[in-house]
């Protein structure tokens, strides 16, 4: 795997309000990794995510992309690293008026001179690598939740994105299309080399898919760990690391059973 740093963030400090969440946290992501980040509720996941997407600007310190600060001059730098990403949200955040294929043709109409044709060739490409080429005329609500999830994936490939965001691509699913969206997005990283982040609380995911986490902690406000899962898992360097790792249930789903963690 490359090393080549991707993104970085320096010495990041945030919150919302008075609410210090953040307080100077570094870390990188490296070019085709699948980088997962992990905590309890509240641990600043969503808002470190928000951050990396420039959703947020930071208090203090910097996000980079390729290098550069996507806060630094007008807002091109901005522009262009969103043009580089793709983000699956938890929801799948699907329009219910309009059909997959119509879905995942949305990025294209609005960010390529694409013909119409080339549009729909790229939209149909997308919704056959997550295997949903004969749902493309189906609406969201005439499919499963799984599948809009793949759905939502496919659109968040529609662009070619050097990253994938994930939040919480389990949510909501039951162990066995879990386990199938894990596959999927392995599959897409090794055969594509895109980058993923993402963030999930779900034991089997992190061991299934990443190759390396990293976790962050409330009272530190910021990284309390990081390695791979079965490094942290075998020698965590804290109790709450411990704790996190050592939850009952995890050789279950690695047999294929249901360990949600929960």
């Not at 990041?12 to 210090?20: A, I, K, Q, S």
């Not at 980088?35 to 980079?64: D, E, F, H, Q």
């Not at 793949?150 to 691509?169: K, N, Q, S, T, W």
């Not at 390396?212 to 898992?233: H, N, P, Q, S, Y």
């Amino acid at each position: 795997m490359s090393r080549e740093v991707l993104i970085a963030v320096e010495g990041l400090t945030g919150g919302y309000g008075d609410l210090e969440v953040l307080r100077s946290v570094s870390i990188e992501v490296y070019r085709g990794e699948v980088l997962v980040i992990v905590g309890r509720s509240g641990c600043g996941k969503s808002t470190l995510m928000n951050y990396l997407l420039g959703l947020a600007k930071p208090w203090k310190g910097r996000v980079l992309f390729e290098g550069r600060d996507i806060w630094e001059g007008d807002g091109s730098q901005l522009t262009r690293a969103r043009m580089s990403w793709g983000v699956l949200f938890q929801s799948g955040a699907l329009l219910g008026s309009l059909t997959l294929l119509e879905n995942v043709l949305l990025p294209l109409e609005e960010f390529t001179d694409l013909t119409p044709q080339a549009r729909e060739f790229v939209a149909r490409r997308k919704l056959d690598i997550v295997g949903l080429s004969p749902f493309s005329d189906s609406y969201p609500l005439e499919v499963s939740g799984g599948m809009q999830k793949r759905a939502g994936l496919a659109r968040a490939m529609a662009l070619d994105p050097d990253v994938l965001f994930f939040d919480e691509p389990s949510a909501g699913l039951d162990p066995v299309t879990s386990a199938e969206l894990d596959e999927l997005i392995l599959r897409i990283n090794r055969t594509f080399g895109t980058t993923m982040v993402l963030v999930t609380h779900e034991l089997a995911s992190i061991f299934a898919i990443s190759d390396r986490v990293v976790m962050l902690d409330e009272d530190a406000k910021g990284v309390i760990a990081e390695g791979t899962a079965a490094d942290l898992r075998a020698d965590p360097p804290d109790g709450h690391v411990a704790a996190f790792f050592g939850r009952q249930g995890l050789k279950g789903r690695e047999a294929g059973e249901d360990v949600s963690g929960s």
